[in-house]
């Protein structure tokens, strides 16, 4: 408690006045000596490194140009994120234009996929379990906390803080670095297979056929592994066929329950119809 | 681009995806438990899917047709070992006609190009604007005639 009423002031005093600087550092060194340096990331911080770490993914690949399919696919990913625990979240849905098949989750409630994997897909109904996918990472915070994680490794206490408070400093640039590197290592197999689950549930929610994220995962297994296309979702992901057994021990009840539910097929073509 | 556009739409023409049954499955006339079963399906079956509704795909086997459980099917890529294409396309548009590496904007996402990426934030900028309002949102699902339905978190 102490050393949150500390941390406080000092965090509150500083932008104001560059003199507490030498206050702000006595704090930090304070709590770090106790060796309880605190590394919490808040829901505001979340959502500011999510910001940098989306922009740095749109760096990679920008937006397709197409206003309509993009607010399409903002329509379906609001709704899905209106039934979960997280619906105060900025949500943000966006189609990059690149040709492989992926989806990204961003922390604070940005979503990607790709327009290689949309493209691939049948209905609005597999839209929403993959957004539903992501959509899961984001309400666990799969991402936060292996950038947490890989914070307290690689950045000592006082550059963490200093990462958390000042969005142009060189800590806060190493830790965006440090998230967006796990879009290329990916994440736990766990949480991989936790997203799936969530994805079927949140699917179902919003009152989509339960079917649509199996029915994306059985046209990922029938692409040969060893293809450009999906060789960076492959490596992060596991298997196609290990995510569906997996799905098929825990998920069969809802996917059962929910199977009658629209695919609404005709809209999801239309959405993607040429400009 | 537009090679690169129809390259990405063959899966979508291809009409009957070759897979196999993964257990001994019944072949079904309608989809569903209690419709009447055409054939009894060895595990490992070969089969042609030909389309999905739910929880169950239409497939031809064994000179006949009917439903099986989507779960029950793996697709098999014999046949499909190939490259969708986008390494030949990128190995043409990099090299050029001077031979040096030219930057298309069409190498997309790969582990690279996100390690080496430079904020952009006139897109992040854009892709705000895009953003549904939860009303907007609710509207949008109502014009589709879908219902939230509560539905538990397993665990």
Same mark, same amino acid.
């Given at each position: 408690?102490?050393?949150?009423?500390?941390?406080?002031?000092?965090?509150?005093?500083?932008?104001a006045?560059?003199?507490?600087?030498?206050?702000?550092?006595?704090?930090i060194?304070? &709590?770090?000596?106790?060796?309880?340096?605190?590394?919490?990331?808040?829901?505001k911080?979340?959502?500011?490194?999510?910001?940098?770490?989306?922009?740095?993914?749109?760096?990679?690949?920008?937006?397709?140009?197409?206003?309509?399919?993009?607010?399409?696919?903002?329509?379906?990913?609001?709704?899905?994120a209106?039934?979960?625990?997280?619906?105060?979240?900025?949500?943000?849905?966006?189609?990059?234009?690149?040709?492989? &098949?992926n989806?990204?989750?961003?922390?604070?409630?940005?979503?990607?996929?790709?327009?290689?994997?949309v493209?691939?897909?049948?209905s609005?109904?597999?839209?929403?379990?993959?957004?539903?996918?992501?959509?899961?990472?984001?309400?666990?915070?799969h991402?936060?906390?292996?950038?947490?994680?890989?914070?307290?490794?690689?950045?000592?206490g006082?550059?963490?803080?200093?990462?958390m408070?000042?969005?142009?400093?060189?800590?806060?640039?190493?830790?965006?670095r440090?998230?967006?590197?796990?879009?290329?290592?990916?994440?736990?197999?766990?949480?991989?297979?936790?997203?799936?689950?969530?994805?079927?549930?949140?699917?179902?929610?919003?009152?989509?056929?339960?079917?649509?994220?199996?029915?994306?995962?059985?046209?990922?297994?029938?692409?040969?592994?060893?293809?450009?296309? &999906?060789?960076?979702?492959?490596?992060?992901?596991?298997?196609?066929?290990?995510?569906?057994?997996?799905?098929?021990?825990?998920?069969?009840?809802?996917?059962?329950?929910?199977?009658?539910?629209?695919?609404?097929?005709?809209?999801?073509?239309?959405?993607?119809?040429?400009? | 681009?537009?090679?690169?556009?129809?390259?990405?739409?063959?899966?979508?023409?291809?009409w009957?995806e070759?897979?196999?049954?993964?257990?001994?499955?019944?072949?079904?006339k309608?989809?569903?438990?209690?419709?009447?079963?055409?054939?009894?399906?060895?595990?490992?079956?070969?089969?042609?899917?030909?389309?999905?509704?739910?929880?169950?795909?239409?497939?031809?086997?064994?000179?006949?047709?009917?439903?099986?459980?989507?779960?029950?099917?793996?697709?098999?890529?014999?046949?499909?070992?190939?490259?969708?294409g986008?390494?030949q396309?990128?190995?043409?548009a990099r090299?050029?006609?001077?031979?040096?590496?030219?930057?298309?904007?069409?190498?997309?996402?790969?582990?690279?190009?996100?390690?080496?990426?430079?904020?952009?934030?006139?897109?992040?900028?854009?892709?705000?604007?895009?953003?549904?309002?939860?009303?907007?949102?609710a509207?949008?699902?109502?014009?589709?005639?879908?219902?939230?339905?509560?539905?538990?978190?397993?665990?």
């Amino acid at each position: 408690m102490i050393r949150a009423a500390v941390l406080a002031a000092a965090l509150v005093a500083l932008p104001a006045h560059a003199q507490f600087n030498f206050d702000l550092n006595r704090a930090i060194e304070s &709590v770090r000596k106790l060796g309880r340096a605190t590394t919490e990331i808040d829901e505001k911080q979340e959502i500011e490194i999510g910001r940098d770490m989306a922009a740095r993914l749109l760096g990679a690949a920008p937006l397709v140009n197409d206003a309509r399919l993009q607010r399409y696919v903002n329509n379906v990913g609001r709704w899905l994120a209106s039934q979960t625990e997280r619906p105060g979240l900025p949500w943000r849905f966006g189609v990059l234009d690149a040709p492989q &098949v992926n989806a990204f989750a961003v922390p604070g409630g940005t979503i990607f996929v790709t327009r290689g994997l949309v493209q691939r897909m049948r209905s609005e109904a597999e839209l929403a379990g993959v957004l539903a996918h992501e959509i899961g990472h984001v309400l666990k915070k799969h991402h936060l906390k292996a950038i947490q994680k890989g914070a307290q490794a690689e950045l000592a206490g006082e550059a963490l803080s200093m990462a958390m408070r000042d969005s142009n400093s060189e800590a806060r640039a190493k830790l965006v670095r440090f998230g967006s590197e796990i879009y290329s290592r990916g994440l736990d197999k766990s949480d991989e297979l936790e997203a799936d689950r969530l994805g079927v549930v949140i699917g179902s929610r919003g009152g989509y056929d339960a079917y649509g994220l199996p029915a994306v995962l059985q046209m990922l297994q029938a692409m040969n592994a060893q293809d450009s296309a &999906v060789a960076l979702m492959f490596k992060t992901h596991p298997a196609p066929a290990e995510r569906l057994d997996a799905l098929t021990e825990k998920m069969q009840p809802t996917l059962d329950a929910y199977a009658a539910q629209p695919s609404v097929v005709e809209r999801f073509r239309q959405a993607l119809q040429p400009k | 681009m537009k090679a690169i556009c129809i390259l990405l739409l063959l899966p979508l023409l291809a009409w009957a995806e070759p897979a196999a049954v993964i257990r001994a499955t019944e072949l079904k006339k309608d989809p569903a438990t209690d419709a009447p079963t055409v054939a009894e399906l060895p595990e490992s079956t070969s089969v042609d899917a030909l389309e999905r509704r739910g929880g169950w795909t239409r497939v031809r086997a064994a000179g006949a047709e009917g439903w099986v459980k989507m779960l029950a099917l793996r697709y098999g890529t014999p046949g499909r070992q190939g490259e969708s294409g986008l390494a030949q396309i990128f190995n043409v548009a990099r090299t050029g006609s001077s031979g040096a590496q030219v930057t298309t904007g069409v190498r997309g996402l790969d582990a690279e190009s996100i390690a080496g990426a430079q904020p952009n934030p006139a897109e992040l900028q854009k892709m705000q604007a895009y953003a549904a309002t939860p009303d907007a949102a609710a509207a949008f699902a109502a014009q589709a005639k879908l219902q939230a339905v509560a539905v538990e978190e397993p665990q």
